[in-house]
């Protein structure tokens, strides 16, 4: 497994600095179908996108902190 | 008129020292500023004042603001520099010594068994915010800024580039790195290892 997530790895790594063309990408696709573990692998990371944005909570600005932007800034509040 | 042309013209204005037009300006972006500094300060009072710093910039700077990205653009860029100079002040640590608490080249070498659908559902959600909390906590500033702009707050690589001054590449590599180190976080700070479920083996 560990073989298997090095080598996604290296080829990810290898070409995260040019712009993925096509054939590259149609490779990356054929590699992982055939690989259990890295499907796994590219799951797990997707669950964790997911729970954090779960996690996540709206940041709202509040009135005070407005209030006192306006404030500082020597504007009037619209 | 276009979102864009509209835009411009109430940029222009408020460089040209039309307050009207500097007031619609910061009730525009003012939230979402707020929203991205809570997320790299973790609390009110450090947030305030990036929200404060960052528009007091922006009026002392409007005038060299050349459209070359959006003002919402630079309006990040400068909140995120902001809030990353004083993370470093307040941490008064060296960025690469905070690199270095992390073995990132170890990271994509764990093995991680396979977690079960509705994971969220299992989780206590007062526990998860904490699991969650403390393993972005933990994750090095240059590395958890490239997270919250394009996993929580949705910008595209290149955005998230333009924003941080930095390559698309370099983006895509923090980011990586970013996913894999909280994913391997979570499955830890939530003891999955020792139900044997799933998380590291």
Known sequence: MVDNNKKLSDILNNKLSDDIDNNMVQEIVDYIKKCEDCKMDIDTIQQTIKLARTGDFEVLIPKEVSKRLFEVLGLDIE | MTDT????????????????AISTLVSKYSSRIYAVAFRLMQNEEDSEDVLQETFIIMLNKLDTFEGKSSLYTWLYRVATNVALGKLRKKKNIDDSMSWDKIEFENISSLEIANWPDHLEEKFDAVEFRKCLEKAMDELPDHYRTVFILRDLEGHSTRNTAQILEISEANVKVRLMRARLYL????????KCVNRGEYGRQ
Do not use: F
């Open chain 2, 5 to 20: 042309a509209s835009e411009r013209k109430l940029i222009s204005s408020a460089q040209n020292g039309d307050k009207k």
């Open chain 2, 183 to 190: 994913r391997d976080q979570l499955a830890y700070h939530l």
